[in-house]
């Protein structure tokens, strides 16, 4: 009974800090381990076995075989095909809901995410409407394909060992999908015909630009006479203790993209700096720079801020970004990365304009200076989604040969495990492993692809799972559950467990809301002399259902800021569609795995 307490208190105080936000959600997982271990609920030697688990060893895997398949364009190809088509609203949404959908069912939800979130805004420009229109629709297709195979969503890798260690076979590779499929369908029918229509119409995007910077650039000039001739960047501050943002410099005639730190100041010099008035009137007074007079028209971000060589991009930080909790100034974006920060826009508040002291959140939207020839290696590094379209072409020679070959190993992989071959951990271990050897991705690759946030969570939870089993604690609460089985039939059961995952899902992240009800839907089970497949199932597809809140999936945040959404449009097309899935679902759940 102590062993109880501990487990629901552990359980309960990281329910707590998953929904307040406050301390990352893989820190909170891995200190909820240690205390069950320190408090003698889980041993030693067992404190660590949940990162040897078959479903962290898969999602590791599928995360670095998704990311080979988009550095070697093979979907590219799918997604060329979005911006052509007919020009009604309505199937646009469905085509681009179907591809992300059937995108997501084989690979990372965010990796789909990731190809598709571009193409939405471009599409979404194009019919001269809102992102919000288009970007909700795509983020819950990526939720909704998760439904279609065992490597759609951890969730379901994470359900199918549970019932391996309840006595029967895990779920096979395409077990999921005569559940997964029809409410897929269903899903995206749905919005397509009535759903998009509930989302709130935000903002829409007027040019290229979410963050209007020209209202905050200024041209200064180094006069014959200026006391900054032959000083550097660096010494704004250490002489006069201004922080300057110079964004570029024309010096006679050529521009200097994101000058370094070190570049010379040299007279006649114009530089073009970001500031307010206040910070203006300062810079001015003390460095003897003159002010060129009124707004010129350089002053914008396709002539002063990027070149051949320079590209200015905005992009949307993800939840594992290295830069979450951290300012630029602390990262050292521009040493670091070779990259120059201009402007940070976040959901709520109108861009930000001191930027030294800012500290970063999962879907802040960040307008950078970056060389052209280091984009694709800045977006994996900062673990940052672009908001624009990739350079998609279909590619020769080297290239299309890779395409072929990563293609055929995940391919390889679908088919052995499908087969029951080789078990899914091995099969998709292996491909990971193959798409390194045959240089499809290199080492360092290899493990930038994987989310070790997302690996620590998991690895961290999964023994709190089997803690929840082996203290009683899943029995406790499935006998509570009984209590209430003796008012309702099996199938409202089902319903009720479909329900507390839902709530779950859309509180906390939804790989967690399956360790804790997976191991209560076999104890439910056992007490009600029912077969666990339909209660499990059910679990599955509830944990893909974080439809009412942007906490509930990452896909849903990463979506918020570039659609201007606020946290309660989410419930107005989520409320429906999570109605829709409980009751299309129940019965095909039933059908398809009867009591």
């Given at each position: 009974?102590?062993?109880?307490?501990?487990?629901?208190?552990?359980i309960a105080a990281a329910l707590f800090f998953f929904i307040d936000g406050s301390v990352?959600?893989?820190?909170?997982?891995?200190?909820?381990?240690?205390?069950?271990?320190?408090?003698?609920?889980?041993?030693?030697?067992?404190?660590?076995?949940?990162?040897?688990?078959?479903?962290?060893?898969?999602?590791?895997?599928?995360?670095?075989?998704?990311?080979?398949?988009?550095?070697?364009?093979?979907?590219?190809?799918?997604?060329?095909?979005?911006?052509?088509?007919?020009?009604?609203?309505?199937?646009?949404?469905?085509?681009?809901?179907?591809?992300?959908?059937?995108?997501?069912?084989?690979?990372?939800?965010?990796?789909?995410?990731?190809?598709?979130?571009?193409?939405?805004?471009?599409?979404?420009?194009?019919?001269?409407?809102?992102?919000?229109?288009?970007?909700?629709?795509?983020?819950?297709?990526?939720?909704?394909?998760?439904?279609?195979?065992?490597?759609?969503?951890?969730?379901?890798?994470?359900?199918?060992?549970?019932?391996?260690?309840?006595?029967?076979?895990?779920?096979?590779?395409?077990?999921?999908?005569?559940?997964?499929?029809?409410?897929?369908?269903?899903?995206?029918?749905?919005?397509?015909?009535?759903?998009?229509?509930?989302?709130?119409?935000?903002?829409?995007?007027?040019?290229?630009?979410?963050?209007?910077?020209?209202?905050?650039?200024?041209?200064?000039?180094?006069?014959?006479?200026?006391?900054?001739?032959?000083?550097?960047?660096?010494?704004?501050?250490?002489?006069?203790?201004?922080?300057?943002?110079?964004?570029?410099?024309?010096?006679?005639?050529?521009?200097?993209?994101?000058?370094?730190?070190?570049?010379?100041?040299?007279?006649?010099?114009?530089?073009?700096?970001?500031?307010?008035?206040?910070?203006?009137?300062?810079?001015?007074?003390?460095?003897?720079?003159?002010?060129?007079?009124?707004?010129?028209?350089?002053?914008?971000?396709?002539?002063?801020?990027?070149?051949?060589?320079?590209?200015?991009?905005?992009?949307?930080?993800?939840?594992?970004?290295?830069?979450?909790?951290?300012?630029?100034?602390?990262?050292?974006?521009?040493?670091?990365?070779?990259?120059?920060?201009?402007?940070?826009?976040?959901?709520?508040?109108?861009?930000?304009?001191?930027?030294?002291?800012?500290?970063?959140?999962?879907?802040?939207?960040?307008?950078?200076?970056?060389?052209?020839?280091?984009?694709?290696?800045?977006?994996?590094?900062?673990?940052?989604?672009?908001?624009?379209?990739?350079?998609?072409?279909?590619?020769?020679?080297?290239?299309?040969?890779?395409?072929?070959?990563?293609?055929?190993?995940?391919?390889?992989?679908?088919?052995?495990?499908?087969?029951?071959?080789?078990?899914?951990?091995?099969?998709?271990?292996?491909?990971?492993?193959?798409?390194?050897?045959?240089?499809?991705?290199?080492?360092?690759?290899?493990?930038?692809?994987?989310?070790?946030?997302?690996?620590?969570?998991?690895?961290?939870?999964?023994?709190?799972?089997?803690?929840?089993?082996?203290?009683?604690?899943?029995?406790?609460?499935?006998?509570?559950?009984?209590?209430?089985?003796?008012?309702?039939?099996?199938?409202?059961?089902?319903?009720?467990?479909?329900?507390?995952?839902?709530?779950?899902?859309?509180?906390?992240?939804?790989?967690?809301?399956?360790?804790?009800?997976?191991?209560?839907?076999?104890?439910?089970?056992?007490?009600?002399?029912?077969?666990?497949?339909?209660?499990?199932?059910?679990?599955?597809?509830?944990?893909?259902?974080?439809?009412?809140?942007?906490?509930?999936?990452?896909?849903?945040?990463?979506?918020?800021?570039?659609?201007?959404?606020?946290?309660?449009?989410?419930?107005?097309?989520?409320?429906?569609?999570?109605?829709?899935?409980?009751?299309?679902?129940?019965?095909?759940?039933?059908?398809?795995?009867?009591?």
């Open positions: 009974m102590t062993q109880q307490i501990i487990v629901f208190t552990v990352r959600y893989d820190f909170v997982a891995f200190f909820g381990l240690l205390v069950l271990v320190i408090t003698g609920v889980i041993s030693p030697e067992n404190a660590f076995l949940g990162f040897s688990h078959p479903a962290v060893i898969t999602v590791a895997s599928v995360l670095v075989i998704s990311s080979a398949l988009i550095k070697t364009g093979v979907v590219d190809h799918l997604v060329v095909l979005l911006n052509k088509g007919p020009k009604d609203v309505s199937i646009k949404i469905m085509g681009l809901m179907v591809v992300t959908a059937l995108l997501s069912g084989f690979m990372n939800n965010v990796g789909a995410l990731a190809l598709i979130m571009p193409i939405a805004i471009r599409v979404a420009k194009d019919s001269k409407m809102s992102p919000s229109q288009f970007l909700m629709p795509v983020s819950f297709a990526s939720l909704l394909g998760g439904m279609l195979t065992a490597i759609g969503t951890p969730p379901n890798l994470i359900v199918s060992t549970y019932r391996v260690e309840a006595g029967y076979d895990g779920f096979a590779f395409f077990d999921f999908a005569p559940v997964g499929l029809v409410l897929m369908s269903i899903g995206v029918i749905f919005i397509t015909l009535l759903g998009w229509r509930l989302i709130p119409t935000r903002k829409a995007r007027e040019d290229e630009s979410l963050f209007h910077i020209e209202d905050y650039l200024s041209e200064v000039i180094v006069a014959d006479r200026c006391k900054m001739i032959g000083k550097t960047l660096r010494d704004f501050y250490g002489i006069h203790k201004l922080e300057v943002n110079v964004l570029s410099i024309i010096r006679n005639g050529r521009k200097i993209i994101a000058p370094l730190a070190s570049e010379q100041l040299m007279a006649s010099d114009i530089l073009i700096v970001k500031a307010i008035s206040s910070e203006l009137t300062n810079l001015i007074e003390k460095t003897g720079l003159s002010l060129k007079g009124a707004k010129a028209e350089c002053l914008n971000s396709e002539t002063s801020l990027k070149s051949e060589d320079f590209a200015l991009v905005e992009v949307v930080l993800r939840e594992d970004s290295p830069l979450i909790g951290r300012t630029a100034v602390e990262i050292q974006l521009r040493n670091s990365f070779n990259v120059n920060l201009v402007a940070v826009s976040r959901i709520g508040i109108p861009p930000v304009k001191r930027l030294k002291t800012f500290r970063f959140k999962t879907g802040d939207i960040l307008l950078m200076q970056v060389p052209e020839s280091i984009l694709q290696e800045t977006y994996s590094k900062l673990r940052c989604l672009p908001l624009a379209e990739r350079g998609v072409g279909l590619n020769v020679g080297k290239a299309k040969k890779k395409q072929y070959i990563s293609l055929g190993i995940f391919l390889a992989s679908i088919v052995a495990t499908s087969a029951g071959v080789i078990p899914v951990q091995i099969s998709f271990s292996l491909s990971a492993v193959l798409l390194v050897f045959v240089k499809v991705i290199n080492i360092e690759e290899f493990y930038d692809a994987i989310e070790w946030p997302t690996i620590i969570m998991l690895g961290s939870l999964l023994p709190l799972g089997g803690a929840l089993q082996s203290s009683g604690g899943s029995d406790t609460i499935a006998n509570i559950l009984i209590k209430v089985a003796t008012i309702l039939s099996p199938p409202s059961m089902l319903v009720v467990l479909m329900l507390l995952t839902i709530v779950l899902t859309n509180l906390i992240n939804n790989s967690a809301s399956a360790v804790l009800m997976a191991p209560i839907a076999i104890s439910l089970a056992g007490f009600m002399g029912v077969s666990p497949d339909p209660l499990l199932m059910s679990v599955c597809v509830a944990s893909s259902s974080a439809f009412l809140t942007p906490i509930g999936h990452q896909s849903n945040m990463l979506v918020m800021g570039p659609g201007g959404y606020h946290f309660t449009d989410y419930w107005r097309l989520g409320l429906p569609l999570s109605i829709l899935v409980i009751t299309i679902g129940v019965p095909l759940i039933l059908y398809v795995w009867p009591f």
